[in-house]
């Protein structure tokens, strides 16, 4: 079955770790998307994709970075210069019209 | 600048009767709306789009709504179901911009009370 996989699903840092959200998908979408959703708040776009070896800041980029070396894989990496860390992480691929939504990961700093 | 607003941030009915959950929207860009049904902890599950070409669209259960000059959209859940409980964002889109990005409303909490 074609999706998208986040690992991992519960990830906890310390204080000044950097840490890396895994993205992988298998429906050979071109454009990939990370978001963030805190309580009380829409999802909000941090990094976007188009394609391979591209990518683009959304509206949150600070403290965050990412990659896209190959077409299924669109990690994320929270610095240590994001100062407000925790929340929920979801990561989505686009094909035309449809966007695909992995499970997400709950990221919590501890 | 909240682009897409969904303004109920909750909303409880009775099953079998019918939710309207309403979003609007002030980009006249927008061509593309989406609404996505999420539960905790996983992630939002797309449920019905619309184009701008219509005013609405229905699939079983659910019909979406479009008024483009009130620049209003809203989705019916006809009967309404327990396991209808969830929140449900309203996104959007625009195929002419460059990046064909989803912008999301801040969700609604819907509570189907048996």
């Known amino acids: 079955d074609g999706g998208i996989t986040q690992s991992p699903k519960y990830l906890f840092r310390k204080e000044g770790q950097n840490v890396t959200l895994s993205c992988e998908q298998n429906?050979?979408?071109?454009?990939m998307y990370w978001y963030r959703q805190d309580p009380g708040q829409g999802l909000r776009l941090i990094y976007y994709?188009?394609?391979?070896?591209?990518?683009q800041k959304g509206d949150i980029a600070e403290g965050y970075s990412v990659s896209r070396e190959k077409k299924e894989s669109f990690p994320l990496t929270v610095t240590s210069a994001q100062k407000n860390p925790t929340a929920f992480y979801l990561c989505a691929s686009r094909d035309a019209g449809s966007y695909t939504f992995g499970s997400g990961t709950r990221l919590t700093v501890v | 600048d909240q682009q897409v607003k969904q303004n109920s941030p909750s909303l409880s009915v009775q099953e079998g009767r019918i939710s309207i959950l309403n979003c609007d929207y002030t980009n006249s860009m927008f061509d593309y709306f989406l609404w996505y049904k999420k539960y905790p902890a996983e992630g939002p599950t797309f449920l019905i789009s619309i184009s701008s070409i219509k005013d609405k669209n229905e699939d079983g259960r659910f019909t979406v709504f479009l008024n483009k000059s009130a620049k209003h959209l809203s989705l019916h859940i006809v009967p309404s179901q327990p396991g209808d409980s969830a929140v449900y964002f309203c996104?959007?889109?625009?195929?002419?911009?460059?990046?064909?990005?989803?912008?999301f409303g801040t969700g609604t909490l819907l509570a189907v009370q048996p």
């Open positions: 429906l050979n979408h071109d454009a």
């Open positions: 996104a959007a889109s625009g195929y002419g911009g460059a990046t064909n990005k989803l912008i």
């Open positions: 994709s188009q394609i391979v070896n591209d990518f």
